[in-house]
């Protein structure tokens, strides 16, 4: 589960202490090991609510990002991308489920 993953990130940064600001840069979560979905920034703010963490799943095809990067980049296009996807919520908000 996605617990896991926060856990291990958790656990890189005790030994590598992050600067107020910096980035988390990493990759290899699959949520179908986890069998509970994709994760959201939800999972990630609490434990890095001024880091911006940007996370890409095993193959590339998708990425797992937090609230602080989502406010570092530029705001995200209102329509899906050619052969993608941009996960919202049913209020239009960014990364839940």
Same mark, same amino acid.
């Given at each position: ?6 856990? @291990? =990130? ?44 940007? =996370?890409? @799943? ?12 989502? @406010? ?15 996960? @919202? ?9």
């Amino acid at each position: 589960m996605s617990v896991d993953a926060v856990n @291990r =990130m958790l656990a890189f940064v005790d030994e590598h202490p992050l600067q107020e600001g910096q980035w988390l840069l990493g990759r290899g979560w699959d949520q179908n090991v986890w069998g509970t979905g994709f994760p959201t920034k939800e999972d990630l703010d609490p434990h890095f609510p001024s880091n911006p963490v940007w =996370m890409s @799943r095993v193959d590339g095809h998708a990425a797992w990002a937090n609230s602080a990067t989502l @406010r570092a980049v530029p705001p995200l296009p209102e329509e899906d991308p050619d052969g993608g996807e941009i996960v @919202r919520d049913e209020d239009g908000d960014l990364g839940t489920h």
